[in-house]
Nanobody, 117 residues
Framework: QVQLLESGPGLVKPSQTLSLTCTIS??????????WGWIRQPPGKGLEWMGV???????YYSPSLKSRTSISRDTSRNQFSLQLSSMTPEDSAVYYC?????????WGQGTQVTVSS
């Protein structure tokens, strides 16, 4: 059973860069055909796909967030991370990490991020 756990700051100041980490258990981040990504949900709004890093380390980003987003991985720690720069209050949301596997997907529990001075 794959389990994902997000970690990072709950409060970020405007203009700062958000850094979140997703720790994986039950699978390797290099497992073939698995894609590891980030999704967020602002209050009162729907889910927004942000980007993924695949088993080969290739990254794909949402066009609307591409200029501010970076997803990376640490294979030795079996983790992947999100960096989102130039944060504004509109970036306040619950941030989820997710893995898409050939048989289905798994989600982390989500972590609330609030952007406020």
């Amino acid at each position: 059973q794959v389990q994902l756990l997000e970690s990072g700051p709950g409060l970020v100041k405007p203009s700062q860069t958000l850094s979140l980490t997703c720790t994986i258990s039950g699978a390797s981040i290099t497992t073939t055909y698995y894609a590891w990504g980030w999704i967020r949900q602002p209050p009162g709004k729907g889910l927004e796909w942000m980007g993924v890093i695949d088993y080969d380390g290739n990254t794909y980003y949402s066009p609307s967030l591409k200029s501010r987003t970076s997803i990376s991985r640490d294979t030795s720690r079996n983790q992947f991370s999100l960096q989102l720069s130039s944060m504004t209050p509109e970036d306040s949301a619950v941030y989820y990490c997710r893995v898409v596997a050939p048989y289905g997907d798994h989600w982390g529990q989500g972590t609330q991020v609030t952007v406020s001075s």
